[in-house]
């Protein structure tokens, strides 16, 4: 029976266009650890023959044999012309096949922590405070300032409950403070402020120009 023989790894040659065929080399290393008393083997180099349209089947063309890994099945032959053949042994290919690559495996998973950054905004949209409608801005709590004729006013204790209920589902307040904009006194919103006050709101939400009181 024929001797069968497989090649694998990355031509070490350029395609060469024949009468019939096509040529490249490749070459295979011996064993590094030959057994003790026995020379070592040296690197064979083998000429692969092969047909333009096995060729195409595994995608292989000129510009692209050398960057790819593959796997040759095929038979020995010593019966092609000596320049046809460079190699030390020429090679009759039955099947040719592309091996993935280790490389390429590791640049498709490497994709998936481009995603990251979306997630981290994502947790950064989180984190911000939460937004009553209305609000043109978020003000630290302790800048604003509440003029006298609002400390004597004492709002209704339930509706401050309501408002302290809100905050604790909701997380923000029902509605934005008004404020001065050049000046941060209070225009309305004391039982917003006061509710804030008994949750240790840091920054609150506000708006600006109105001039109403809250009664």
């Known amino acids: 029976m024929p001797h069968k023989i497989t090649l694998t790894g990355k031509p070490v040659s350029t395609l060469r266009s024949k009468k019939n065929c096509y040529t490249f080399d490749m070459e295979e290393k011996g064993s590094p650890a030959a057994p003790k008393g026995l020379p070592k083997s040296s690197t064979i180099t083998y000429t692969v023959f092969i047909t333009q349209k096995q060729l195409k089947k595994a995608g292989l063309t000129e510009e692209n044999i050398q960057n790819e890994k593959i796997m040759v099945q095929g038979e020995p032959t010593l019966d092609v012309p000596v320049d046809d053949c460079p190699g030390e042994i020429g090679v009759v290919c039955f099947q040719v096949s592309l091996i993935p690559e280790k490389q390429k495996e590791a640049v498709k998973a490497d994709k998936k ?90 920054m609150v939400p506000v708006m600006y120009g109105k001039t109403s009181v809250e009664s």
């Open 113 to 202: 922590p481009v995603k990251e950054p979306e997630k981290k905004e994502e947790v950064k949209e989180k984190e911000q405070p939460k937004t009553p409608e209305g609000t043109e801005d978020f003000v630290a709590l302790d800048q604003i300032k509440v003029p006298e004729e609002f400390l004597k006013y004492q709002p209704t204790p339930y509706k401050t409950q309501l408002v302290i209920d809100h905050v604790k589902q909701s997380g923000m307040l029902d509605e934005p403070i008004t404020i001065d904009r050049e000046t941060k006194v209070l225009i309305d919103g004391y039982r917003r402020y006061i509710v804030a006050q008994k949750l240790d709101m840091k």
